[in-house]
C-alpha cells in the first residue's frame, strides 16, 4: 500500500550528500555545486547545516511539497526545484545571492501568485526566473504581473524582458492586480465544486506524482537488494538471543558456542566453580555474564552458554574474573547452604594385555627316573565318568607268534589267490 512505499523514500541527510559530492571527494564544508535530483526527496534538510557554502544546488524531479531548509544559503546562485510538488514560492529570503531559480512543472496556484512574487521581492539578484507549467501561468496576466512586480528579473521563463514591455506592465499593474482578484475567485469555486469528485485516470496531481515516485522508489530499493544479494553484502537480520527457558518452561542448557568449559561443585564446599574458555584475543566487552542463583549464563556474540547449577548460589557474592594468559572466563559462585566436599573415587586399574610368560611350561607325569618328583604331575583320575571312559583291558599286548623262513622258499605272500586278480602292465 502507500504507508508501506513510504518507509522506502530516501531522506536527504548528510551521508547522502556526501555520497553525491564525490567529486568533491566527500568534502562538504567547501562544497559549491551538489546535484540531487531523482532521488524521489520528500523534504529538504540537512543542507544548511552541511553546505553553507553551496553555490548550485539541484534538486529536480523529486517531490518536495514545500521550499524549506534554504534560507542561510547567502552564497547559493542557481537553484533547480523543477518537476515538484511545490505550491508557493518561499523561504529563500536570506538566499542574498540567488540569480537564477527554475520552479518549471510545479503547483504554484492562481491564488498563491500575489504572495509568492511578494517573497522574491528580498531576492536583489534575481536575474532569471522559470514558472512555465505551473497552474499561475494559465493566467494570462501572469507575465506581466510578475514583470511589474520584480523589476530585477532580466529573463521570464527562458525570454528576455525588454524594457518597453517592464514599463508596460509597471502601467497595468492596477488592472492586473483587480483581474488577478477575479481569476483567485474563479480558482477557488472550481476548487470547491471540484473537491470530493474522483480524479480522471492519468491527471497530473500532486497524489500521482507521489505514488509513481513512491513506486519508483520500491523499485530502486529492490533493485540495490538484489545487487546486495548477488554481491553478498546483503545485511543479515540481527541474530534472536534464545530466552532462559526453553518451550516447556524449563531452564534452557546449551552451549551454542561450542566453547569448553568445566562446572566444579564438588572441590569447594563452600562455592562452585565455572570455566569457560572464550576466545583468547576476545573483547571483554563481548561477553555477558548473568549468575542467577538457579543458573549461570554467558552470552558472547549472541551465542548461549547456559547452564543449571547443582545447588542454590548467592548472585551477589559471585565473582567473574578472566585470564590474563589464556583468556577463561573464572566465575565463583558461593553456595546459599555449603555441603560437605565429595570424596573423589579411587581411580579403577587399567586393563593390561596377557603377555606370554618368560618361565619354561612344567612337563606333566612321573620322568621315570630319580630325578626330582615335585616337578611333576599325575593326570591319574583327572576324569573319572564312568560313562565316558572306557573299562581298563587287562591283556593290553598280545603274543604273537612269529616264525623263520628260510631264504628263497616260497611263502603266503607268493601263493596265487584265484579271487584276486592278475596285475596288469598300465598302458
Known amino acids: 500500500g502507500f504507508q508501506s512505499l513510504r518507509s522506502a523514500m530516501p531522506q536527504l541527510t548528510e551521508e547522502l550528500i556526501r555520497k553525491r559530492a564525490e567529486h568533491n571527494e566527500g568534502v562538504l564544508s567547501d562544497l559549491e555545486e551538489i546535484a540531487l535530483h531523482q532521488q524521489e526527496i520528500e523534504r529538504i534538510e540537512s543542507i544548511e547545516a552541511c553546505c553553507r557554502h553551496i ?18 544559503l547567502k552564497e ?37 501568485l500575489e504572495e509568492s512574487v511578494y517573497n522574491l521581492k528580498a531576492n536583489m539578484m534575481l536575474e532569471d526566473l522559470y514558472l512555465t507549467g505551473n497552474p499561475c501561468v494559465d493566467w494570462s496576466g501572469c507575465r506581466a504581473y510578475v514583470i511589474a512586480h520584480l523589476p530585477q528579473l532580466k529573463q521570464l521563463d527562458a525570454k528576455m524582458v525588454v524594457p518597453r514591455e517592464r ?9 492586473l492586480q483587480q483581474e488577478l482578484e477575479v481569476a483567485i475567485e474563479e480558482a477557488r469555486r472550481k476548487r470547491l465544486a471540484s473537491a470530493g469528485e474522483p480524479v480522471s485516470e492519468g491527471a497530473y496531481t500532486k497524489e500521482s506524482r507521489n505514488e509513481m515516485y513512491l513506486e519508483l522508489a520500491e523499485q530502486k530499493a ?10 553478498g553484502t546483503e545485511p543479515k537480520e540481527p541474530r534472536v538471543v534464545p ?74 557474592g559471585a565473582k567473574v574474573q578472566r585470564s590474563r594468559t589464556t583468556g577463561v572466563l573464572h566465575i565463583d559462585m558461593p553456595l546459599l547452604q555449603p555441603h560437605e566436599v565429595k570424596e573423589r573415587k579411587a581411580p579403577e586399574p587399567e586393563l593390561q594385555p596377557l603377555k606370554p610368560s618368560t618361565e619354561p611350561a612344567p612337563r606333566l607325569g612321573y620322568n621315570g627316573g630319580d630325578g626330582d ?3 611333576t604331575v599325575s593326570i591319574q583320575g583327572i576324569y573319572k565318568d564312568p560313562k565316558r571312559v572306557s573299562k581298563k583291558q587287562d591283556t593290553l599286548l598280545r603274543e604273537v607268534k612269529t616264525t623263520r623262513v628260510p631264504h628263497g622258499a616260497p611263502t603266503a605272500l607268493d601263493a596265487d589267490d584265484d579271487e584276486v586278480p592278475p596285475l596288469e602292465c598300465r598302458r
Open 243 to 316: 530466552g532462559i527457558y526453553n518451550a516447556r518452561g524449563e531452564l534452557r542448557q546449551c552451549n551454542e558456542g561450542k566453547y569448553n568449559f568445566d562446572l566444579d561443585d564438588w572441590t569447594y564446599p563452600d562455592k562452585i566453580v565455572f570455566e569457560l574458555a572464550v576466545p583468547k584475543y576476545l573483547d571483554t566487552s563481548a561477553l555477558d555474564v548473568d549468575v542467577n542463583p538457579l543458573y549461570v549464563r554467558v552470552v558472547v556474540k549472541d551465542k548461549v552458554t547456559q547452564l543449571k547449577l547443582s545447588g542454590e548460589v548467592k548472585p551477589d
Open 167 to 175: 514599463i508596460k506592465a509597471r502601467q497595468q499593474l492596477p488592472r
Open 55 to 72: 553555490k548550485i544546488l539541484l534538486l529536480q524531479n523529486n517531490i518536495i511539497p514545500k521550499m524549506e531548509g534554504l534560507n542561510k
Open 222 to 231: 529492490e533493485k540495490e537488494r538484489n545487487e546486495r544479494r548477488r554481491m
Open 373 to 375: 618328583r615335585s616337578k
Open 76 to 112: 547559493l546562485e542557481y537553484l533547480n526545484l523543477a518537476l515538484n510538488n511545490i505550491s508557493k514560492i518561499e523561504g529563500i529570503e536570506g538566499c542574498e545571492s540567488l540569480k537564477k531559480l527554475d520552479l518549471t512543472v510545479n503547483f504554484v496556484s492562481v491564488e498563491e
